[in-house]
């Protein structure tokens, strides 16, 4: 299916236990940290991976002989050596090279339009939650439109009208992504506009943006965090999907979405191509992902499962 | 998990892919559909042309040289002053609906060409009167004059050596004038579709497959192939795939990856590869009106600095032949004696500096259109980089990379000419016809002299002085102006499956062919 | 009540209809703030400017863009949208079939992922924190986390090339739609199996299924006619809301198995910019989704007793 | 003395978690006679519901009973397998949970769902079944049965939806109704209605366990009282006899938490401190580090069960100390 937007993000809570009656309580309320150490480990090993992709990324030109553009026809399709760990591509370049640059190039297209759409979509969600009426109205029909629009179609007629590119890329999936965030964030900030807090702090005459950025905003951000976590898998799969189509980054940037796209057509005689990319892409989504449902269980933010 | 017994049923249930391949039918596939096989309004696919229509003259390749034959035409005359050509057509030739063809068919099928006024309007245009009938300001081609059923002429503007080649071009393909007058859907409705050639259009599916039937009236020897299902299949590794679990019967390999046709086709299947000359050109364009590259002591760097034999011998593991000129291997005309210059990126980097230019100083965009060759742009941008020059790619979707091309804007491309018949003017005329066309190929060319040259060639009737003015004309804009960077003529690779005999394709290397030209093992037939 | 609800009913098909005529709307403009025209492309490499001015003007495409437009929604209602540019035909007679084949396609992968999606979620639901449970529920993260192509070309190896059981690509019976449904399948199992997981057991802590046990129900009984039809509310709706996404995302997936259907002409209508071809695409799938989202709220009411009479 | 409806004898139910054994209960002995009722009293968290769902066998999963006996008119339970608890859970014993709102089948009908228990018991024909349905939800007070029946939980109220509990629990005329906080949720009237409703059913011969940590309702219903601290019985007697003359510290501090109309004092005294973590329980007494009356014997010897007179015993060093005087 199309991997985009398809998590479903209902709660997973456990219930500690099913200690119903002899409950554990009054216990010092522990870190996040300590939390996802002592009934996640796995998102520990999950951010341990991610830091480590990230370093990868940051340090690429120092583990590496080779450029990641030296073309050497000499050299096309060779297997995995000593010389080569990941062996070379169609053109001759060292396939373990390209796949540290394009950690880069993924890990920021997972990142980079997640925090914009996140941010657009946190706004206008306070914005609609908050003022309600028109403005919410108009708000919603507008986020209905992009959301009615299949994801995966319309990056692709975003790409195709911007043109291919990074920055386009960037854009595209901020564009598309912003509408469920608002969703969510509309429905949150309606159920805090009726807290109690809220409500005192609009007796007492708090402005609107200040209650909004002091009162709203840090009450939705463990769902904003927990959305961030698991967007950030769903935008790198929409990236190689649309690498895949040959509507992503443009070559001679790396990309892995990019590398699986040119290595499936030696998927057979050359399998190493997409091997490599392959892994990283799935590793790094499972970590987000196993990463996410820890975050959730631990913040246990409200979402619901549409 | 829950698959794998379900599939373990069906294995039982269904034979080997290649053990329920039709007798008399062969398999092919291709990644682009036909947007209709009328030939006034398409000019990228010819599957249709090649196998529903015949022409007045084939073209066929003899011993690597490309060779005009006759077809529907048994004899024709040339006048004198080489304006006029009398024809006679083959005699009970019958279309595939019955119908016998007749002068009057052959008058209908060029004029119409003029009236959809859309694609391949540039051959009828030599005719007499094309012009007045394309404006509309006539209602008949004046030039055509038809003597009988079987006998007419056809009186040009202009002299051009090379008009009977052109009749075998795919676009001059002839149709029946009855069907096609009243037909609402030429082109788009195979019943309304209706040629003389060795098969009819029997199903079209558009987007999944295309199906052809064999002719009952066609007046040539009878194939052994009695249906061709042509599918569309996008992605060449699934056509690779398909070929390998016996789905196809003949596949193209030119999308596949060299190394990997030389790995496995040509180590597994060695006997049952087909080898045919793209008779075609593989250039880059180097736009003139660019600071830099207008300098000629720039472009001539690019020449010496990109090396051709690395990228025929490692990119195409030897599937290609490295050109110098313009008109191509196989083409009349072709001049073998033009010399590159030497791959040489230490001469290249002293012309540079030469022209004032230091490393990283000359910069410009070599604009890649979505689906162009992109190892070829990596490569060449990549050795052009060796020498201080930064020729950055930049993708283009087909359809903005073309309205740039065609308003001149397009800075560098690297492109592919494949020629539709036998004359130099099929190339030299394309790109260095007029400043017009030069500009619209985004080449540019200033030199106004050189191009009114090109363009009166084709009027010299005697083809040993127009063969020599070609290939003057050649030297000057390749050697001296360097306004032309050849780089080499591709070699099309087929795989015929173990049910094909042998196989021919078309002459200039297209990947569609004349299905009668594929013959199946005798088991095979029907 | 009976009247809030037909004018709920109405606000809903309202909205429906807006965010149709939106991204009509949306793709209309998006498509003509493309540079190029798509009429060269067409036309390929031997025509010229005047002709391809010629060609542009004969289909319209020189129009003013709110005269287009008008054309285009009008024609839109009438269910004519033009012809392809690309494949020559009216879009109406190519969407027709491709839709068929999209459809039976959807319906096979749909299969695939509620059968595997449910009893995954459920096995791992039942044997909670056990070796099953981390094993499924890994296998249906893979699921979501595995690019719908990776496992379209794993399929169509093992299966095709080395085991030689089925086509590789292209559909001439059933069996071409064994592969592509697990391919299209697969992710949507993963997130079927995880919410079905979640639900249950969410559910299983509910009070009710204790008073179901106070009364004497084995486990199993308990699982059935307890926990299932409380758990599967939420899966329902977003079963219902998947299909759509299969109905309108099976863009690669029809794209490597060469199947003609909306999602791989949408994929050329876009690489061959044929703008009529694609507009109707984009229409098809929002409605298709939009109607989906519809049907998901429906069945959530009917499904759901709290829900219905509130409404 | 006769038999017993519900002998509960050195009962120990445990939980096994990753950080090693909670002890939800520790060596309880209980015992409910026919047509008793029977309260157990405590804080929040000290075990009492774990009692009510061991006698049920319905302790869940990391929990498992450790020790002690259950027996149910001289029928052993805890040696009973899954599926022969299954016959006995609702036809001899059936509970009535703390939250009417959540311990209905959202999407049943109420009917159906009172009708399952004797479609599970017995096979009688539907139209039969349905018959005594009605019966019972009348019998417990429900108005328009016939309209009830085919209602869902969500479209009656917090007392109505007790009231299906309650006929649910009883339509199998089960020896034992155990009620865990049945009015808990309730608002004051419809306490007093089910309060009421239950003490008829008692005096109908059903046997019943009450379980609440709001002395009133214990004080309203109750023959015989137990009062349970940290997994432990603290305290027993019969209900006039413990309110009158309470002796441990801790049900003191129970006492003096509740306004009573008899209470002199304004002032509400409360019991400082929590109720400690069952993982972690102090060496000695467990009410030890919140006991205003603590002593060095406390906090290392665990106190034993010490008979005050005939109908109440205690488990405090403090009434040991008295008696060594």
Known sequence: MDPSGNFDVTSMAEGELGLSSPSVTYEEPASVWHRLARDHKISIVSIVVILLFVLGAIFAPLLTPYEYDAVSLSERLMPPSPAHLFGTDEVGRDVLTRMFYGSRMSLLIGIIPTMLSMAIGTFVGMIAGYFGGKVDTIIMRIADIVMSFPSMLLAMVVVYTLGGGTFNVFLTMALVGWAGVARVVRSETLKLKESEYVEAARIMGVRRFRIIVRHILPNCLPTIIVLFTLDIPAAILTESSLSFLGMGVQPPSASWGLMVNAGRAFLYHAPWLCFAPCLAIMVIVLAFNYLGDGLRDVLDPHLQSQ | MLVAPLCGLLAQGCASQADRAKRGSVVTASATEMSTMDMAHNDSVYWAQLNIFDRLFETRMVDGQATVVNSLCTDYRRSEDGLTYDFTLREGVLFSNGDPLTSSDVCYSFSRLLTEAAANTEIPLQIKGGEALMKKEADRLEGFRIKDNTHFSIVLEAPNGGFIAELSSPAMSIVNERVTRTAKNFGKEPTETIGSGPYYAAEWVPNDHFTLRYNEHYWGEEPTVKEAVRRIIPDASTQDLMFQNGEMDIISLSEIDSLIVQRSYKTERASQIVHNQQIGMTFVALNETNRFLKDVRVRKAICMAIDVNDIVHNLMCDDGMRQNGIIPTGIWGHNDKLEGPPFDPDGARALLAEAGYHDGDVSFELALSSNGPQLLYETVSNQLSKIGVKANIKVYDKAAFMEKRLAGEVESFIGTWFMDYNDPANIMAVFFGSPERSKGRSICYPNVDIMQRVSAAKHIVDDERRKKEYQDLERKIVIEDRAWIPLYEGTRLFCTGDRVESFTPFWAGYEDFCVKDVVLKKEARA | MKGSKASNLLRRLLYALIAIVGVATLVFVLLRMVPGNPVATLLGEHADKETVERISSSLGLDKPLPVQFADYLLGALRGDFGVSLTLGKPVAELIGPAFVNTLWLALAAALVSWVVGIACGLAAAIHKSTIIDRLFMGFSLLGVSLPVFMVAMLLQYVFARYLHWLPVAGVTDWTGYILPAIALGWGSAGSIARLVRSSVIEVLQQDYIDTARAKGRTSTQILVLHALRNAMLPVITLMAMQFSGLLSGAFITETIFSINGIGRLAVQAITGRDIPLLQATTLLCTFVIVMGNLVADLLYNVCDPRVRKEA | ?325
């Open chain 4, 1 to 325: 003395m006769a038999q017993r409806t519900l002998e509960v004898s050195h009962l120990n139910t445990s939980f096994f978690t990753e950080r090693g054994e909670v002890k939800a209960v520790q060596d309880v002995s209980i015992s409910v006679g026919k047509g008793q009722v029977v309260g157990i009293v405590g804080e929040s968290g000290c075990g009492k519901s774990m009692i009510a769902r061991s006698v049920m066998g319905l302790v869940k999963k990391p929990g498992k009973i450790v020790s002690g006996s259950i027996t149910l008119e001289g029928k052993e339970l805890t040696s009973l397998s899954e599926k022969e608890l299954c016959k006995v859970r609702g036809r001899d014993v059936s509970m009535v949970f703390q939250e009417p709102m959540t311990s209905l089948n959202p999407t049943m009908r109420v009917g159906k769902q009172v009708q399952e228990v004797i479609a599970i018991h017995e096979s009688l024909p539907k139209e039969e079944a349905r018959r005594r349905t009605l019966e019972m939800l009348s019998a417990v007070g429900i108005p328009e049965v016939e309209a009830r029946y085919s209602a869902y939980p969500h479209e009656l109220s917090g007392g109505l939806r007790q009231r299906v509990m309650i006929a649910m629990a009883m339509v199998m005329r089960p020896r034992l109704l155990i009620a865990d906080e049945p009015t808990t949720a309730l608002d004051a009237t419809v306490e007093t209605q089910i309060i009421a409703l239950l003490k008829q059913l008692a005096k109908d011969g059903t046997s019943v366990l009450i379980i609440s940590h709001n002395l009133g309702v214990i004080a309203q219903l109750a023959d015989y009282v137990y009062v349970m601290y940290a997994g432990r019985i603290v305290e027993k007697g019969s209900v006039f006899e413990l309110f009158d003359n309470p002796s441990h510290p801790y049900t003191h501090g129970l006492l003096g938490a509740v306004s009573s109309l008899r209470s002199q004092t304004k002032v509400l005294q409360t019991i400082p401190g929590v109720v400690p973590n069952l993982a972690h329980l102090p060496a000695g007494c467990s009410f030890a580090p919140r006991c205003k009356e603590c002593m060095a014997k406390c906090g290392s010897e665990q106190p034993k069960l010490i008979t005050v007179n005939s109908e109440h015993e205690v488990c405090c060093h403090l009434i040991e100390g008295a008696d060594e005087l």
